[in-house]
């Protein structure tokens, strides 16, 4: 019953250098999202794929790229890393048109 | 733009005492309105949602009613527990685009014994 499932948890960098965080879920939803999340902001979407092969830009998509490598599985890639976006990150699916279920997060440190 | 605005917190409650944290919000049209909580060392689960205009949402012994004359969905409950203790966050999906999602910036509770 695993749901949404995000590696790392936890991960530092360097400035400059690059990473890919990983959401897979089991559910077989459709839409899958990325969104950070900074102390007294709330949640932000970066990227969101409505179905598998697509992908649009949300309120945040500066520095990040995203592929939705097949329906379980959307990718958050940092090409170059900057202390700007030091974070948590959240993935989400979901069935019905809004974001149901979360992934724990992956706190994302950038030295 | 559309934006979400919520009672600032930190809340800090005795078990059983009764729960209203505030949201308003700001949008085009019609947009569903949602409230999620995110308990420690997790992700955020969908709380309750409303669709329309005085649509109450419930679940868990929560409440909201969708507010349109006030653009308000204040998230109320009864008697909280301790357990009831996480970060409670207001959301609103556009009528337009349910993937233009906006959050309000979230209010810690606190339920002490």
Known sequence: NAGVTQTPKFQVLKTGQSMTLQCAQDMNHNSMYWYRQDPGMGLRLIYYSASEGTTDKGEVPNGYNVSRLNKREFSLRLESAAPSQTSVYFCASSGRGWPQHFGDGTRLSIL | ?113
């Open chain 2, 1 to 113: 733009g559309n934006s979400v605005t919520q009672m600032e917190g930190p809340v800090t409650l005795s078990e059983e005492a009764f729960l209203t944290i505030n949201c308003t919000y700001t949008a085009t049209g019609y947009p569903s309105l949602f409230w999620y909580v995110q308990y420690p060392g997790e992700g955020l689960q969908l709380l309750l949602k409303a669709t329309k205009a005085d649509d109450k949402g419930s679940n868990k012994g929560f409440e909201a009613t969708y507010r349109k004359e006030t653009t308000s969905f204040h998230l109320e409950k009864g008697s909280v527990q301790v357990s009831d203790s996480a970060v409670y966050f207001c959301a609103l999906s556009a009528a337009y685009s349910n993937n233009d999602m906006r959050f309000g910036a979230g209010t810690r509770l606190t339920v002490k014994p």
